[in-house]
Structures are given as C-alpha cells and as structure tokens.
C-alpha cells in the first residue's frame, strides 16, 4: 500500500516551460488536492476534486489546470511556468465525508528560473 | 480574508509547559476540522480531527466552538519532540489550511 504517490520530487523549470505534476492514490479515495506551500505561507489549494469527473477551483488556481484522470490519478499542469511558480507543491487525498483526515504525498520541490 | 486564520508565531516555550493556539474560521457552514502537524520540508500529517464535543489524545486536547467559529488545541507538559508546525484545517469537500504557527520546545 504506497499511499499517495507524486512524480517527479524535484524539477528545475525555465520560464515560459510547461510540465505535468503527477498524483496516484491507492487507498480508493474519492476526493483529491493539489496545494502549494511557499515559506510562511502555509498550504494554499489549488484545485480539488471532490469526486472522480469533478474538479473545483481553491484558492489560487490561476496558472494551473487539472485533470482526473480517474479515481486513482490527478494530475496538475503548469501551461507556461512562472518564476512565482515556484514552491513545494503537496497532493492529497481523503474518503470524503466529515471528520476524514487527508493523506499526503512527499511533495514535488519545483524551481522556476 | 483567508478562511481559515491563526497566529503564525513562533510560540518559543520550555520543556513541560502548556501550551495553546486558536484558529478562526470564516465559513459557518464548515462540519470538518482538524488539526495538522508539518515537520520541516515533509508532507503534513495528521495530528487531530476535532469534534464538535471536544477531543482528547494523550496529552493533546481540541475543542471546537461553532458559535465563536474557531478551534483550539492544548498541549500539556510539552516536550521536545513537539517542536514543529501546527495547522489548523477546515472545510469539507473544499479543505483549507491555515498559514501555521510555528512551536519551538526549549530544553
């Protein structure tokens, strides 16, 4: 049982570059995130997914497209990579419903220069 | 305002003191919450859900006030190991964290 599952753990991008962050759950989880942590900022969202086919808009969701894949997979994607970009991007995911805790990936540490 | 609120710190405390932080939150209709513990550069993990009667794990105690909208969390005789980040989540389908606040246990 590995958990959640990111790929790549680290990725130096040059501005303007594209990439796709990847997340695979195997717990059977309904529900997915993708945050960003920068220094003292704690974790923003980004986007979630409550429920395979759906996906939501967080907190700062500009510069960012998802997808679900299906029920194991979400993945995030960084059209045009922006040195503000940079941060420590977590995938998470939990059953859904109250008082179920989410599980996290290692993280992704991503540099933009 | 970001939903969820709480003092970044850092709480600089000795070795057996007590210890507590408060969280305000912003959406009223919010049934989940919980409390996280980040080690530096890792992935947060679990340290409490919070009830709405109030919980208890060792030396840990949450408590949830929903007519004030914030949470709390009590550490007694704190101990080295407890230095970290503690954040404070809420939301249901829609999880948001708070910025952290930061402990460091004194020897």
Redesign the interface.
């Given at each position: 049982n590995a958990g959640v599952t990111q790929t790549p753990k680290f990725q130096v991008l040059k501005t303007g570059q594209s990439m796709t962050l990847q997340c695979a759950q195997d717990m059977n989880h309904n529900s997915m995130y993708w945050y960003r942590q920068d220094p003292g900022m704690g974790l923003r969202l980004i986007y979630y997914s409550a429920s395979e086919g759906t996906t939501d808009k967080g907190e700062v969701p500009n510069g960012y497209n998802v997808s679900r894949l299906n029920k194991r997979e979400f993945s995030l994607r960084l059209e045009s990579a922006a040195p503000s970009q940079t941060s420590v991007y977590f995938c998470a995911s939990r059953t859904g419903g109250a008082y179920n805790e989410q599980f996290f990936g290692p993280g992704t540490r991503l540099t933009v220069l | 305002r970001?939903?969820v609120e709480q003092d970044?710190g850092p709480f600089n405390v000795p070795e057996g003191a007590t210890v507590a932080f408060n969280c305000t939150y912003s959406n009223s209709a919010s049934?989940?919450f919980?409390w996280y513990r980040q080690d530096c550069?890792?992935?947060?993990?679990?340290l409490m859900?919070v009830?709405s009667s109030g919980n208890e794990d060792g030396r840990f105690t949450a408590q949830l006030n929903r007519a004030s909208q914030y949470i709390s969390l009590l550490i007694r005789d704190s101990k080295l190991s407890d230095s970290a980040t503690y954040?404070c989540?809420g939301g249901?389908?829609?999880?948001?964290?708070?910025?952290?606040t930061r402990l460091h246990i004194l020897p």
């Open positions: - | 970001k939903e970044p049934q989940s919980f550069r890792k992935e947060p993990k679990l859900s009830y954040l989540v249901d389908d829609k999880i948001i964290f708070g910025k952290g």
